[in-house]
């Protein structure tokens, strides 16, 4: 066989099925032994190949399986990184195979010739050339063996000539054939009984113990209810790990930092003693402070223990497997105990969370503007009631099926996801979380498609993220993938705004755009494409575009008010300092935006800053 060969039978016998990438020249050769196992491996064309690295990673993640994505040489290879770097700093499984020139020409300054090993060397955990064919078979087992192993990228680059080179056998004295195989075992580590036990004597001790958990613990949220339950602890999620215990249940405090919730919050400034489970979250201001409480961590990797919080226990190991062992180990809180009314109380601050978010989903209006007959930058008349992105995000909850997937973008439409959008038991949920790149719902939602095609694939998004890759919805259509793209328009990149604005007391710039009619952009790509305009249209629209018998991928539309701010769980008084100071600097809309905060302000009743709201409130009506 050629190399190209050696190479596509070697990731057919690691189990990998799909590949996502763009054809080219640098690669070609690789593209023809995939067209000739056709019935083994599908390769789905991308429309750009930072798509095809996003897919690879969203699959992975969604499988637990390797993603794998492949381009040319030069800006081909170039176009992956975004999406392989979602894919390292998520600890997501993921092949990239790229072309690369002649091997006669490397380092000669030919055409798309750069160095491609050296680009790769920072998000890849295992990075290699492929200089001929007898090499390729072992290439390909340590770069997927790698992968698995490190949950992270590795990549091979195979030089044109060397693809078409066929094996002869022509081998080292050292090389022995066949010594390599596609063989993994998955290691269920176990962490040691003396750790265990010292974890439990902590958590049996602590008065006040959270439970915050990430993707890591995915495969464990049965567990993680169970120990919930028995030492009566609330359960806090970071949003990678959004799906590991339903939102409605009973324990459940919801997310965590600046898309998070009041009692979550609360429940981390209060805490004695913090058990991470399969998380990094990084904002760790948002934890508690350091030697407040008693830290546990359980985490797969070793060198991410004690990295958020001083731990004084690391349990190294699969969750599902140190949850069970540990829950053994645990005593039953009494239902009186301090540790019990820790959590009755913020069951309590939970159902008035969840009041208010309901309330702000129900009324689907927002605030009329005072900028009287004025249009818009999408030429609309602001005085007319817009909808509440709160609304929309609420809507698309209600429509989930049972095992719906939900793809989510970075933006303002993350916050509302974190908050409006439920999570079921049975439903997937990710999105890019540590490196939070724009543009990955709309190809997320294409992989988890691709993986589970019986399944409904939600991407919720923001204009901005869904512009920049907004060609792959033509690969769904391509690929009569029926996904559902639900898109929050405001024609600004609204968290940004809010970033200028609230965290370094400047007036937004640069950051509205021309607007674009997605629906008919839909249509126009061979989909369906609705309108949302008013509030009344929610649960008409949402009923048509989310149902099953809708063959088409589908775009909604949803014209939201665009000075809904993502407000944080707790507002800060620096929060409403900067907002006044970028007033005084030139800020645009400061009419709309001020009564806007002012009004949610007093809807979720924080007293600890009313005084400073009221006093923006008295500084805008004297100087606007």
Known sequence: MHTAEIIAEALIDWDVKVIFGIPGDGINSFIEALRKRQDKIR????????????????????????????????????????????????????????????????????????????????????????????????????A?????SQRGVSH?????????????????????PGHTSDFYVKINTEPDNQLLKKAADI??????????????????????????????????KALLGKAVVPDEHLNCLGGIGMLGTSPSVEAMDEADTLIMIGTSFPYIE???????????????????????????????????????????????????????????????????????????SNSGKSLESMNNGK????????????????????????????????????????????????????????????????????PYAIAAKIAYPERQSVAFVGDGGFTMLMGEFATAVQYNLPIKVIILKNNVLGMIRWEQMAFLGNPEFGVE???????????????????????????????LAMTKDNEKPVIVEAYVDPFEPPMPPKMEPEFVKNIVESFAKGQPYTKRIGLTLFRNQISTSLKDVKNKVIETRNIIQKNV
């Open 43 to 142: 390769f789905v064309l991308t429309r750009h190949e930072e798509a095809a690295a996003f897919m690879a990673c969203a699959y992975a993640k969604y499988t637990g399986k390797i993603g794998a994505c492949v381009a040319t040489s030069g800006p081909g290879a170039i176009h992956l990184l975004n999406g392989l770097y979602d894919a390292k700093l998520d600890g997501a499984p993921v092949i990239a195979i790229t072309g690369r020139t002649y091997s006669d020409l490397i380092g000669s300054g030919y055409q798309q010739d750069i160095h491609q090993l050296e680009l790769f060397a920072d998000v890849s955990v295992y990075n290699n050339m492929i200089i001929a064919p007898e090499q390729a078979e072992m290439a390909v087992d340590i």
């Open 144 to 148: 997927c063996r790698t992968a698995l």
């Open 156 to 176: 091979l680059t195979i030089p044109i000539d060397i693809q078409e080179k066929k094996l002869a056998g022509d081998y080292s004295k050292h090389k022995v």
């Open 203 to 236: 958590i049996n001790l602590g008065n006040k113990v959270v439970i915050l958990t990430g993707q890591g613990a995915l495969n464990a949220g049965e567990q993680v209810i169970q120990i919930s339950e028995k030492i009566k602890a609330p359960i806090i």
């Open 286 to 360: 948002y934890l508690p402070k350091p030697g407040q409480a008693r830290g546990i961590q359980i985490d797969i990797k070793p060198e991410r223990i004690g990295l958020r919080y001083p731990v004084e226990v690391g349990l190294v190991g699969d969750s599902n497997i140190t949850l069970l062992k540990l829950l053994h180990l645990l005593e039953e809180k009494q239902t009186e105990s301090v540790q019990s009314n820790f959590l009755k109380s913020k069951q309590e601050e939970m159902k008035k969370w969840n009041d208010l978010l309901l309330s702000q």
């Open 375 to 442: 249009k818009n930058n999408d030429g609309n008349d602001i005085n007319k009631n817009l909808v509440k992105p709160q609304a929309i995000a609420s809507a698309v909850s209600r429509f989930l099926d049972d095992e719906a997937i939900v793809s989510v973008d970075s933006g303002t439409n993350t916050i509302f996801a974190a908050r409006f959008i439920k999570m079921r038991k049975g439903m997937k949920f990710s999105l890019s979380g540590t490196l939070a790149s724009m543009a990955c719902g709309l």
């Open 513 to 543: 755009f021309s607007p674009i009619d997605f629906a008919k952009f839909a249509e126009n790509c061979g989909g369906k494409g609705y309108k949302i305009r008013d509030p009344n249209e929610i649960e008409q629209v949402m009923e």
